[in-house]
Nanobody, 114 residues
Framework: QVQLVESGGGLVQAGGSLRLSCTVS????????MGWYRQSPGKPRELVAS???????DYADSVKGRFGIARDNAKNTLYLQMNSVKPEDTAVYYC????????WGQGTQVTVSS
């Protein structure tokens, strides 16, 4: 059974930085394309950033130039570095496989204060 455990969220001031982690089990991370999603109340989940098994990254226009996605295959961990955060970044952040999506984890709450 694949488990996705997000962590690292919290309260941060606008303009600040935060690093989120996603520790996965039940899969070998290096052979999977991965993504970070976020969801605000009343809105669907939005793909924020993705990284392929070969390391190719892509970002939503809303976060391009501010966020960075990375993976440590040896630790089976996915990261999202959030810089210059804005109040509109407030959401619950989730990770998942992009090629064969699994059940969602609980996510980690990010709240950006103005």
């Amino acid at each position: 059974q694949v488990q996705l455990v997000e962590s690292g969220g919290g309260l941060v001031q606008a303009g600040g930085s935060l690093r989120l982690s996603c520790t996965v089990s039940g899969i070998i991370l290096r052979i999977n394309d991965m993504g970070w999603y976020r969801q605000s109340p009343g809105k669907p989940r939005e793909l924020v950033a993705s990284i392929t098994r070969s390391g190719i990254t892509d970002y939503a226009d809303s976060v391009k130039g501010r966020f960075g996605i990375a993976r440590d295959n040896a630790k089976n961990t996915l990261y999202l570095q959030m810089n210059s955060v804005k109040p509109e970044d407030t959401a619950v952040y989730y990770c998942n496989l992009e090629n064969f999506r699994r059940p969602w984890g609980q996510g980690t709450q990010v709240t950006v204060s103005s």
